[in-house]
């Protein structure tokens, strides 16, 4: 099973504590899915736990009979309402015959029911990727006022999506990883949710790690490109004037670096008699830079 699938598992299990509840999912699964209007009420999905919660509340919420199929070729669920039966569900939830599929808020007594409803219509029209790939969650929506009425209500629970048309639908969508984990909350994806983070850390953990060993590797090209560079001076005085021209201190540090050309600047420094700092090795280096170039 995908990610996608096992958060719509997850979903799908949930039993709604209220009645109220029951009626805001419902809604959000009929009203989301593939067909809401006065010319029929029907779903289309691949996830059977998906249709068969969709049934459920179709017919515990509205009182009736949902006719299901499933399509082989196609791996499809398909589930309709009888025609005699579109303008009873529409009525359950105060639609009429208008052209305009809206959300009536009037369905949404509590906000629990909001999150219900975001539940039912993530169930029939929404998906997420597999957060070891991406992060994106996103809704689906075929109705385009419909589609400004859920963002609407999203904004009011802290959830700030944005959305583009793609197929002929209106698709609402998160790419931030808080957003989503925070909308997998409040649908009641709670495994999903902590999962999520559990990936995120995890990421976070390993690009951190990334990120100090490529600085490690960077500052080791760079000690071992400016060895190079203080080791072909030392060569160049060697063959020339030779090291005994040098001061004591630099003939010291001309020899230690000949020996030991992988030396940082600080392990230079600590191999010295007497040790110095750093920038002391770093003085004494450009000491000796400066008096090979003049040669």
């Known amino acids: 099973m995908s990610f996608s699938s096992d958060i719509k598992a997850e979903l799908a299990a949930?039993?709604?504590?209220?009645?109220?509840?029951?009626?805001?999912?419902?809604?959000?699964?009929?009203?989301?899915?593939?067909?809401?209007?006065?010319s029929g009420v029907s779903l289309q999905t691949e996830n059977s736990l998906v249709a068969k919660r969709?049934?459920?509340?179709?017919?515990?919420?509205?009182g009736v009979a949902m006719n299901t199929a499933f399509s082989d070729k196609a791996g499809l669920h398909t589930?309709?309402?009888?025609?005699?039966?579109?303008?009873?569900?529409?009525?359950?939830?105060?639609?009429?015959?208008?052209?305009?599929?809206?959300?009536?808020?009037?369905?949404?007594?509590?906000?629990?029911?909001?999150?219900a409803y975001l539940r039912g219509a993530f169930l029939v029209c929404g998906a997420i990727t597999n957060p070891q790939v991406d992060y994106h969650l996103e809704f689906s929506v075929p109705y385009y006022n419909l589609s400004h009425d859920l963002m609407t209500l999203m904004g009011e629970v802290g959830l700030?999506?944005?959305?583009?048309?793609?197929?002929?639908?209106?698709?609402?969508?998160?790419k931030e990883s808080e957003q989503i984990e925070d909308c997998l909350t409040m649908m009641g994806a709670m495994s999903a949710s902590l999962e999520?983070?559990?990936?995120?850390?995890?990421?976070?953990?390993?690009?951190?790690?990334?990120?100090?060993?490529?600085?490690?590797?960077?500052?080791?090209?760079?000690?071992?490109?400016?060895s190079l560079l203080q080791t072909e001076a030392v060569r160049r005085i060697e063959s020339t004037v030779g090291i005994e021209a040098l001061p004591q201190e630099l003939r010291d540090l001309c020899r230690l670096?000949?020996?030991?050309?992988?030396?940082?600047?600080?392990?230079l420094g600590e191999n010295l008699e007497p040790p110095?700092?750093?920038?002391?090795?770093?003085?004494?280096?450009?000491?000796?830079?400066?008096?090979a170039e003049n040669l």
């Open 79 to 115: 589930v309709t309402a009888e025609q005699t039966n579109v303008s009873k569900i529409l009525s359950r939830f105060g639609h009429g015959k208008e052209v305009g599929v809206r959300l009536n808020r009037a369905n949404l007594d509590c906000e629990q029911c909001v999150y």
């Open 276 to 291: 110095i700092s750093r920038s002391g090795v770093n003085h004494r280096l450009r000491r000796i830079m400066e008096f």
């Open 257 to 267: 670096r000949l020996e030991n050309p992988e030396y940082s600047l600080r392990e």
């Open 54 to 62: 969709y049934v459920q509340l179709a017919e515990h919420v509205c």
């Open 196 to 226: 999520l983070m559990n990936i995120k850390m995890i990421k976070d953990i390993r690009n951190n790690a990334n990120r100090v060993a490529n600085c490690e590797s960077a500052n080791i090209d760079k000690t071992v490109a400016a």
């Open 160 to 174: 700030l999506p944005k959305c583009v048309k793609r197929k002929g639908n209106y698709v609402i969508y998160f």
């Open 14 to 38: 949930i039993e709604n504590e209220r009645s109220c509840c029951d009626l805001a999912q419902a809604y959000g699964m009929l009203e989301c899915g593939r067909l809401f209007s006065a």
